[in-house]
T-cell receptor, first 116, second 114 residues
Framework: AQKVTQAQTEISVVEKEDVTLDCVYETRDTTYYLFWYKQPPSGELVFLIRRNSFDEQNEISGRYSWNFQKSTSSFNFTITASQVVDSAVYFCALSEAMAGGFKTIFGAGTRLFVKA | DADVTQTPRNRITKTGKRIMLECSQTKGHDRMYWYRQDPGLGLRLIYYSFDVKDINKGEISDGYSVSRQAQAKFSLSLESAIPNQTALYFC?????????????FGPGTRLTVL
């Protein structure tokens, strides 16, 4: 069965600290997709990154980086030199193919507070 | 202009009232979804539609119904609203031609049922 666990409910850091948000997933499929979304205080959901199960390369985009490890079923997200604008709820999601489309489930989210 | 829009953005209603939340998209996507977000529970899927003639129940469809009026429009109805349907509701779309199902979300509708 599909499952996404974000064990960290809330994290609080001081500006310029590095912070890692954990995501552990469960799936029986060999082909699947993993996502991170950001929900700032304004409430909208912003797509950050997508990874497919065959691509374990880590990705870096500016201050953001993602570490995908199939061996531990994890897809962790690191923010380097955090800024106040990074304060948001971050969701990890898992998508598997099904008849006609995909089924996506979301983790419960991690709320990140970055203090000045 | 936003690619995925939701109306209304905020709504306060009373128990027993019928409520409709509307979603429109200009992305040309075939797939549309309705989720609700509750604190500590993330997003849970209510209904989804892979094309105009396809409607499917999600994880928590009880108490809700949907209508896919056109490729670009997907409405969510609460036939008789109850307080535990107070939540933030999101519409999302994804592209049939995509092999990855990246979903793009509307701005959300905050619904309060008194």
């Amino acid at each position: 069965a599909q499952k996404v666990t974000q064990a960290q409910t809330e994290i609080s850091v001081v500006e310029k600290e590095d912070v890692t948000l954990d995501c552990v997933y469960e799936t029986r499929d060999t082909t699947y997709y993993l996502f991170w979304y950001k929900q700032p205080p304004s409430g909208e959901l912003v797509f950050l990154i997508r990874r497919n199960s065959f691509d374990e390369q880590n990705e870096i985009s500016g201050r953001y980086s993602w570490n995908f490890q199939k061996s531990t079923s994890s897809f962790n997200f690191t923010i380097t030199a955090s800024q106040v604008v990074d304060s948001a709820v971050y969701f990890c999601a898992l998508s598997e193919a099904m008849a006609g489309g995909f089924k996506t489930i979301f983790g419960a989210g991690t709320r990140l507070f970055v203090k000045a | 202009d936003a690619d995925v829009t939701q109306t209304p953005r905020n709504r306060i209603t009373k128990t027993g009232k019928r409520i409709m939340l509307e979603c429109s998209q200009t992305k040309g996507h075939d797939r549309m979804y309705w989720y609700r977000q509750d604190p500590g529970l993330g997003l849970r899927l209510i209904y989804y539609s892979f094309d105009v003639k396809d409607i499917n129940k999600g994880e928590i469809s009880d108490g809700y119904s949907v209508s896919r009026q056109a490729q670009a429009k997907f409405s969510l109805s609460l036939e008789s609203a109850i307080p535990n349907q107070t939540a933030l509701y999101f519409c999302a779309t994804s592209d049939y031609g995509s092999t990855t199902d990246t979903q793009y979300f509307g701005p959300g509708t905050r619904l309060t049922v008194l």
